[in-house]
């Protein structure tokens, strides 16, 4: 095994997906998912669906804390889809930081994540930023006592359009349109076109 891919069933890490395989080959990529007790099912569907297609492998992670944790849209079905509230605290770096360990555990060196700094900007998301990631990647290189361990961030710059754009130069973008979820209701395709997240990714693909 080469590398592991959080792959949440959206655009960005379904792209993350494909870039890990052209460098590394199918056979040598693993597809995790987590299950955190998010507002829906529907993306972990969408993870499955996607990397069998790839012809990769997908498992999914508990991550149980999260479901103490009702302070959010995401993780408190109650509350209305809002700008700024579907922040999880900690969630990508704990992400992050189980997929290492399984990476470790089977000779892997690198961990694949969506992330792009314009969610910060965009949901409040602290997480997504390269400077976030590579504080935590130097963290797990001492952890897992190994200096070639990588968190890599490919989509971390662009914009939504140029990730988009990349998706068509690799001949997937009408496939992970249909089938990837992004939206926080888990509705496929254009989505809600109601929440933050609807609403980044069809001003991009308009």
Request: charged residues 20%; proline residues 4%.
């Amino acid at each position: 095994m080469k590398a592991i891919i959080c792959h949440s069933g959206g655009m960005d890490s379904s792209i993350c997906l494909k870039l890990a395989i052209e460098e590394n080959g199918p056979h040598e990529v693993l597809s995790v998912g987590f299950d955190y007790g998010q507002r829906h099912k529907s993306e972990e569907e969408a993870a499955c669906l996607i990397s069998r297609a790839f012809g990769v492998e997908h498992i999914s992670i508990p991550i149980p804390i999260f479901a103490l944790l009702r302070n959010n849209a995401l993780l408190d079905h109650t509350l209305p889809i809002e700008n700024l509230n579907t922040l999880v605290p900690g969630r990508n770096g704990l992400m992050a930081w189980h997929a290492a360990l399984l990476a470790h555990s089977l000779g892997a060196h690198q961990v694949y994540l969506g992330v792009m700094e314009l969610e910060e900007a965009n949901s409040g998301y602290r997480d997504c930023s390269r400077a976030y990631m590579s504080l935590l990647e130097r963290i797990l290189q001492i952890d897992l006592n190994d200096k070639a361990f990588r968190l890599c961030t490919p989509l971390v710059h662009m914009t939504k359009k140029e990730s988009h754009q990349l998706a068509a130069k690799m001949g997937i973008l009408p496939f992970l349109l249909e089938h990837t979820v992004t939206c926080y209701e888990g509705i496929k395709g254009r989505g809600c076109e109601k929440c933050p997240a609807c609403i980044l990714r069809n001003k991009a693909l308009d």
